[in-house]
Structure formats: C-alpha cells, structure tokens
C-alpha cells in the first residue's frame, strides 16, 4: 500500500486535477495513503495565531481515537474512544479511558481502561464517583466500586436514543447553572424514556435536546437539536453547531413558547455567525486524494453525490463541531468568551468574536485570511473541545486518516480506503498563550463543602462548575449562609450567580434572596434572578419587586422578564408585557417572549399595544395576535379587540388584524354596531391601501407592503387591481407580491390567469404561481386538465410537484400524477449536462451573469447583498469550478443534503405546503422556500408531513438559462469569489 508523506503529497495532487476518470477505472494508483505524524513530530505542522503556541499532552498508545473528554473532581481526565468508528459499532472496540498526570507536569502519563466493549459511545459526565456515558441508544451510568481505577457496575438510565447517523448521534454532557446534566441529542433524535419505565412514555426527541437530575433521572427537553457540539457561556447561554452551521445561538427555552399551543415561534436555533453559517475557512493542509477523485467521478456523472473538494487550499464549513466558548483563566481577558469551532474536515479551529446585537449575540472573525489554529497534517480531526483545571482550551483530535460518513464514498473509492486507519491512535492538545506556566491540578473531591462554596466565585469555570456539583451532590445545607453571603459580597458576579444557583440546589433558597438581585449591577446576575423568581410567582412581594425591571436599561433583563411573568399572576401583567413589546417594538424575540407569557388572553396585550400613539410599527405584531385570539375563537376576547381596533389611530397596516377578528361567520356574537363599525373602517382603510397598490409612482416595496395590509381584505374586492398589477407589471418582486395575494381567491378565472402568462415566467414566478395552483385538489385539477389540453407542458411541473400530487387525499389526483410519473421520466439529466460542455467554449461576462443570478437564482441563493441564503451556497460551488456550479444548477437532485429536502405538508383543513423545514419547536414546524418564503404550521393544523426525498430546487434551469447565460454565471460568480 502506498503511503505518501506532505512533501510528496501535493504533486500527487496536481496531478489528480488534471485526471479524467472513467466508469471502469481502478483508482489504486491515484489514492495513495497519507502517512501520519508520528507524536514527537506533530507541532511542527501546526500554525497558530500570534500570541498563542499548541502543546501535547496525551497520545497514543495512551488514547485512541478520542471524542470526548471530562474530568473528574479529583484531577484524572476521562476519555470518550470511539474506536469502533465509523462502521463497526457491532463489533464493540470502544471504550472509556482514565489518564493521570503523576508528576503533574501538565503531561499526562498514565491510563487504565476504566469500561471497554462499548458500541459508539460519543460523550461522558463525572458524577457522584460514577460516570455517565452516552453510549446509544443508551445512556448509562458507570462506576468502579472497589478503587481499582475500573467500572465493576453498569446500569442503563436513558435508552431510545437513534443509532441511525453514526455523525449525529447524542453528544456534549454539559453541567448546567440549574445543578442538572445538559446533552445534545444529534440529528437523528429518537424516542427517549428512562430505562425503567414502560415504553408507552417514551418521547420523540428529534429537534430537541435534553436535560435530567442526576439524582432523580427525571428529565425533560431543551431547545437546540443541531448536529455536534453543544456548550454554555458564564451565563448561560446556549450555542451549538451542525457541519454546514458552525455557529448557532438557542435563543429561547422551549418550555416557554409550551404555555400558548397558538404562538407561531420563530426557531430557537438561530445562525450567528457574521460571515454566514458555510463561513470560508483556510486550511494549510493539502485536499486528500480521495476527495477529489470523488468529485471529478461527480463531475462527469459517474456517482452520485454533491460536488465538493477542489484542490484549492481554502473552503468552506463541511465539518465544523464541538463548538466551545472559552470560560478559562490562563487566556488573556479580551480572549475570554471567545466561540472555538473546529473543522474535522479542513484539518484546523476557528475562532470568533461574539457582540451583541439586541438579544442575539454577533459571531464576528478575528483571524483575517486565516484560522487560530491549524494544520498540514491530514490526521488532524478536532471533533471537541474543553476548558478543564488549567484554566487552558483542550483539543481533542480523533486523529484518523479519513473522517467521512461510509455512505457518502462512492464503492470505487471506499475499496481503497482505510475507513479504521487510525484507530489506534489520538491526540489530545492544549492552547495556550507564550509564557503560560502549568499550575497543580486541584482534588477538589477533598475539599470540605465550605472551600468549595469559596471556589464558586473562581475565574476558571471548571473549578466553578466541579463546585457546584460537587455541592449539589452532597447536599450539605450548613454553607447556606456562606452562600447567601457571598450572593450579596462577591466581587464576581459569576460567584454571585452560582452561589444563587447553588442555594436553589440546596432547597435553601428564598423569594428574599431573589429580590435582593433584582438590583444587582450585573445585568446578567438580575436575569437569572428573574427566572428563578419563577417559582415564588404566589409572592406578591415579587411582583412589586420586579415592575421597576420592565425598564431595565439591559435587553436581555426585558427579554427574561417577558418570558418569565407568564409564570405570574396579577392584574396589571398585559400592560407590563405591551411595556415591554413597545420598548423595541419591532423586535421579533421581545415579541415572542410578551406572547408565550399571556396566559390564555392574548386580546388584553392587544388591546394595551393599540393604545401606543404609533401603530404602524406594531401591525405585524398586533397581526399575530389576532391570529391567537381567532384561533381562541372566544367571543369576549374577540369584541374586546374589536373594540381597541375601531378605538385606535387608523392605519391600513391594522387591516389584517381587523380582516381576522371581523369575520361575518361570527358576526352575531360580536354584535351588529361593532360589526358594523368595523366593517365600515376597514372599507375605508382598504381603499386606502388599494391606491398605494395601483399608484406605480409608489415603490415596489410600498406596493408590496400595501398588498401585505390586504391580506384578510375580501379577496372579490380586492381580486381585480391584483390582477391588473400582475398583467401591467414588470416588476418580478411585485408580481411575486400578487401571486401570493391572489392564493386566497376562488375565483373559477384564477386558474387560467396563473397559467397565461406560465410559458413566459422565470423559474422563479413559476415555483410561486405553483404554490397558489397546487394548494387545492381543485387548482391542482384544473391544472392537470390544462396540460392534457396541451396549454402547458408536463414538463414545466417539477418533480417534487408530482410527487407531493401522487400523494394527494383525493384519489383521482393521486391516479392522474401516478400514471404521468410511471410514463414520463422526463429529461436525462446526465444529457442536458453533456449539452452544456460548450459552456465551457464560450467567454462569461460577470455584468451579465449578476443579471442571471438576480433573475434565476436570487430566490434561494446569496451572493453578496444580493438574493437570500435558504438553499446551498454557490459561492462554496464557485471554488470548486464551473463544472460544479454546472451540476449544481442542472442537477440539483444529485445527491441532496438532508437540509435541503423538500418536505409536502397536508393540513387538516386541505391545503398542501411544501418547502425544506427550517426549524420546530414544542407548537409549531416551519418550511421554508424560494424568495425566503416561509409558512409556519401548527402542529395541531398538520394531518400528514411527508418527506419527498427530492430537493427544493427544481429541475428545468436550462429552459430559463442557454449556454451562453450560463458561461456568464459562471464568470459572475467566479469573480465575486476573486474579489
């Protein structure tokens, strides 16, 4: 077998570029081996931003492919090997490991194996002596009885946890502020119950994470749900991380948004990262042979599969995880709560930044052109991350020849590659600043409970953290009043916060202790003082205390106050929350947190909000919560709203609102003088708006916005200036604007209004008009009988339309798309790619390709300021040729990213929605598609969700881009990369 060493490696390389493989090739001869590093010689690849060096402190033979680590209170470090990567899980080779440094050199030196015959396990927690180890679909709890350094009992707590992604399974056990154990559940949820309950409680986990006591097992689910890597900052906030979203902020706890079953919630998981969640990133080491033997095979249409690789020395995130906020002491303090996210893939850790902006934090670069830390050497796999007792950022690399999933390399490829190479070996490193000293490692488990509520208040987390636990565990109620003292003394406001924590821990803390921090100088201590207040919501003295934090100069403090008086009772709490909401009145989190806390009268926060002087800001607000109280179909709070609305300044923005509360199938119960005053402004206010929508000396944009105010206006009066916008317009925004207007007609015309101009529409308009044309079964008749009359071809119907039609309730729907998909294949994708060869004969003009890009892929794509970033990124196609961008384009359905699935939902009242999902919570699921259109869907509203297993960009691009528009593409985006 060949291996090559880096200095041999890169003329391989150049010459794989220019290789043109075949279908019967054996590609031996252009896979060969990469060498590892050998310890002793491994920092010399390294790279590592100014002002910080890397060190080793454990490999091989004392650690073997390494996921995850912990350490214990007493100092010894507990190691994940997940051994059994990537395909032999069954043949149960991993194993958990415990290092000791006995000279305490900062080295380690030393290791038993503490539990082996594991099958994948991918995280660990030190607790009570044992060890809790995620193992799935299991959870299990570890523990060496006898002091021999090896785990003699064995017991499932947790079990249900899916196995069916070995890259997204459950990972990351975090101790939290609330004295319970977090975990992330990975991508492939499953259904969870602890192990000694009956299967009938098991709960769907996908989408979420978890929590649980360590004492009592009783758990419950947490917002997150991304792929790899989750951890907290000093206060408690959430970040996680998936391969192509390296960085994500949770915003919110779903058991908030649980309380209000009709709050349509924006997801919780959100992208922070400043330079999108597919960052550029700059390796130094070279891309493995494999990689782009794979994707030239792509290229020519010999596999299937994304394009990807290249040869060029920078990237994109496809393999970021373990994302980490460093909480250490031994970093300078500007570098303090810095976000770490490794790249398995690119061989190298980034780092960012993180300001605020309004509650979401901004994850900005710091290192121009270039990553805090990496490496030539290809073995180099940074999965995770931890800050322990020496106060320094630890890596943990897996320290494997190749890191991919089995299923995504093609059989040509995998015969040549060592999918084990590796197994035995793993590196464990620490990044520290220049002149960084190694300091003892503390036994905390020695410490009597009184030093450990001293160490509450140190400035490395860890020693916070053990602490805590450690107090939590022994539940030694004589430090109350040292804790209580140091809520109130500390100079730390860390300190303050656990040891406010570790009193509820202890059942020791009072509604006192919580007022007492409602002053505290550190916004974030009051917060979390608001949220603990939560369980003393019958304390009347609370309640007082906390009305001066309505106009709290800290955002964040508003943000948890508005969540938290949902727990509350008292008479004044819709005016406090219409406080709240009008301080930063378009603000999407402050209004979610004012909804989920109206405890069932959503009409009393509208009616305070309308008393405002300015409404026109709050209408898409006020919007939506006359959406919960028609949905809550209760009649007081249907005239009570009514009557604010007729009361308020008179905008046509409030004509939703109004369309949506003054319906005539319930006109007798709101009474026929309000019915009538209403009726009577909104005529007023509808004229209003149809003038701004026919004005063309008005914007597009403040046409557009006047057709949103005409949402639940009566579609028969507002159905002939629509119509005349989408004939007279050429504004493709606009008549995008009219198309989805024009959904809520019945109009017997529509159909044949829609499909007119069909022939004529970019692909763009024609995904629009299909949403309106197949949200019915009748629509969707309609349209079936106009293609057998031959007014529109078959073929400009997508794929993914066909099948969500082959999955229709109205069975002659279903056998109409049935016999068109078992007749009609369609055109050859692999044929229209060959036609377009000649692209690559013709000279692009990047002027002229930023007009296709705008016209064609805008919708779903960015690139710059232009377009929205819903499907994948072209930028990241662009580094890999125009070959790439080519496939990308013709055919999108090659292999598609699960993230980008097209999903068809059939709602309980008939209409179907189809779009990749974005995001769920606890009430709601949302799909997203093209132009950043999003419908979000009530979990009690969905009869069927299917997955169409096809993409959400449809096939037929050369129909709307010839060859020589797609040369000019091509160059377009070639050059915004350049530049």
Excluded at 63 to 83: K, Q
Excluded at 155 to 162: A, D, M, Y
Excluded at 948 to 965: D, H, R, Y
Aim: with cysteine; aromatic share 8%; hydrophobic share 40%.
């Amino acid at each position: 077998m060949i291996r090559l060493s880096y200095r041999l490696f890169l003329p391989c390389l150049a010459a794989l570029l220019f290789f043109t493989p075949t279908p019967a090739a054996d590609f031996a001869d252009q896979l060969p081996r990469i060498a590892p590093t050998e310890p002793g010689d491994t920092l010399d690849d390294f790279r590592v931003a100014d002002g910080y060096h890397i060190q080793l402190v454990a490999a091989e033979p004392l650690v073997n492919s390494p996921v995850a680590i912990e350490w214990d209170a007493d100092g010894a470090l507990f190691v994940c090997e997940m051994r059994g990567y990537s395909e032999d899980r069954d043949d149960k080779l991993s194993r958990i490991t415990r290092l000791i440094d006995t000279d305490d050199d900062g080295v380690f030196d030393r290791h038993t194996v503490y539990a082996d015959n594991l099958l994948w396990p991918t995280a660990l927690f030190p607790y009570d002596g044992g060890l809790f180890v995620a193992d799935a679909p299991d959870i299990f709890y570890l523990k060496d009885h006898d002091g021999d350094g090896v785990a003699d009992s064995k017991k499932v707590v947790f079990t249900g946890f899916s196995i069916g992604n070995v890259q997204g399974l459950l990972n990351s056990f975090h101790w939290g502020l609330d004295n319970r154990i977090h975990l992330a559940c990975g991508t492939v949820g499953g259904k969870v119950r602890r192990a000694d309950e009956d299967e009938s409680a098991a709960v769907e986990v996908r989408g979420h994470d978890m929590a649980f006591d360590p004492e009592t097992y009783a758990f419950t689910l947490t917002s997150g749900g991304a792929q790899h890597g989750m951890c907290f900052d000093d206060w408690g906030r959430k970040f996680v991380s998936s391969n192509s979203d390296h960085l994500q902020q949770v915003m919110y706890e779903d058991r908030y948004i649980k309380r209000n079953p009709l709050l349509v919630a924006p997801s919780a998981r959100q992208s922070i990262a400043a330079d999108g969640p597919q960052a550029e990133v700059f390796r130094i080491s070279p891309v493995e042979p494999w990689r782009v033997v794979r994707t030239r095979l792509r290229v020519a249409g010999l596999v299937r599969g994304p394009i990807e690789g290249g040869g060029r020395a920078a990237g994109y995130f496809t393999g970021a995880t373990g994302v980490t906020i460093y909480r250490g002491d031994a970093w300078p303090q500007d570098d303090h709560a810095l976000a770490i996210v490794g790249d398995v893939g690119s061989n190298l850790i980034h780092r960012k930044r993180l300001t605020p902006a309004g509650v979401q934090l901004i994850g900005e670069r710091i290192d121009p052109k270039s990553e805090f830390v990496a490496s030539k050497d290809n073995w180099f796999r940074p999965a995770q991350f931890a800050c322990g007792p020496d106060g320094a950022l630890s890596v943990v690399d897996v320290y494997r020849e190749v890191i991919e999933h089995p299923k995504s390399l093609p059989p040509e490829i995998k015969q040549h590659v060592d999918l084990t190479s590796g197994r035995n070996r793993g590196r464990i490193y620490r990044v520290v600043p220049d002149g960084y000293h190694h300091r003892p490692t503390p036994k905390l488990d020695t410490f009597d409970t009184e030093s450990l509520a001293k160490l509450l208040q140190h400035p490395n987390a860890w020693h916070r953290e053990t602490a805590a636990r450690l107090i939590y565990q022994r539940q030694d109620k004589t430090i109350g009043e040292t804790l209580r003292r140091q809520v109130g003394q500390s100079s730390s406001a860390q300190g303050r916060l656990h040891s406010l924590y570790a009193l509820d821990g202890l059942g020791l803390l009072t509604p006192q202790d919580v007022i007492d921090r409602f002053d505290d100088p550190h916004p974030q201590v009051v917060r979390h003082a608001i949220r603990l207040a939560e369980q003393f919501a019958s304390d009347q003295d609370i309640v007082g205390d906390l009305k001066p934090l309505v106009r709290h100069p800290s955002i964040d403090v508003r943000y948890q106050l508005a969540f938290s008086l949902g727990e509350f009772s008292f008479e004044a709490k819709s005016d406090w929350l219409a406080e709240l909401a009008l301080q930063n009145p378009t603000d999407r989190w402050i209004q979610t947190a004012v909804s989920s806390s109206t405890s069932g009268h959503p009409d009393r926060l509208f009616a305070a909000l309308l008393k405002s002087d300015s409404v026109e800001p709050l209408a898409p607000f006020l919007l939506r919560l006359s959406s919960q109280i028609d949905r809550g179909d209760k009649n007081d709070q249907r005239r009570r709203s009514l009557s604010a609305l007729v009361s308020a300044a008179h905008h046509p923005g409030l004509l939703p609102a109004i369309g949506r509360l003054n319906r005539a199938d319930r006109r007798d119960s709101i009474g026929e003088e309000l019915y009538a005053r209403a009726e009577s402004l909104a005529a007023g206010l509808i004229s209003m708006a149809l003038a701004q929508v026919a004005e063309t000396k008005h914007s597009d944009a403040e046409r557009i916005r006047a057709i949103g105010w005409l949402a639940d206006a009566p579609i028969d009066q507002i159905f002939p200036t629509l119509v005349k916008v989408l004939r007279d317009s050429e504004s493709s925004e606009l008549q995008l604007a009219v198309i989805g207007a024009l959904d809520r007609s019945e109009s017997p015309e529509l159909v044949e209004i829609l499909l007119g101009p069909w022939p004529t529409w970019s692909p763009r308009l024609r995904s629009a008009a299909g949403d309106v044309l197949f949200a019915t079964a009748k629509r969707s008749a309609a349209v079936l009988d106009a293609i057998d009359a031959g007014t529109i071809d078959a073929a400009d119907i997508s794929l993914a339309r066909w099948n969500a039609l082959a999955s229709s309730r109205d069975p002659e729907l279903r056998k109409r798309a049935e016999g068109y998909l078992a007749t009609t294949k369609g055109p050859s994708r692999e044929a229209v790619i060959q036609q377009y060869q000649e692209t690559f004969q013709l000279t692009g003009d990047a002027q002229r390709g930023a007009e296709v890009f705008k016209k064609q892929c805008a919708g779903c794509h960015q690139s710059g300021d232009v377009g929205h970033a819903i499907g994948p990124s072209l930028a990241a196609a662009a580094t890999r040729g125009g070959e790439s961008i080519l496939t990308n384009v013709l055919d999108p359905n090659r292999e598609v990213n699960p993230q980008y699935v097209n999903y068809v939902v059939l709602t309980t009242d008939g209409r179907t929605v189809a779009g990749m999902i974005a995001s769920e919570n606890a009430n709601s699921i949302t799909l997203r598609r093209a132009e950043n259109v999003s419908d979000t869907i009530l979990r009690q509203d969905i009869e069927l969700l299917r997955n169409t297993n096809q993409s959400i960009m449809p096939e037929g691009f050369e129909k709307a881009i010839p060859p020589q528009a797609m040369a000019d593409l091509i160059e377009y985006l070639q050059a915004s990369l350049r530049n």
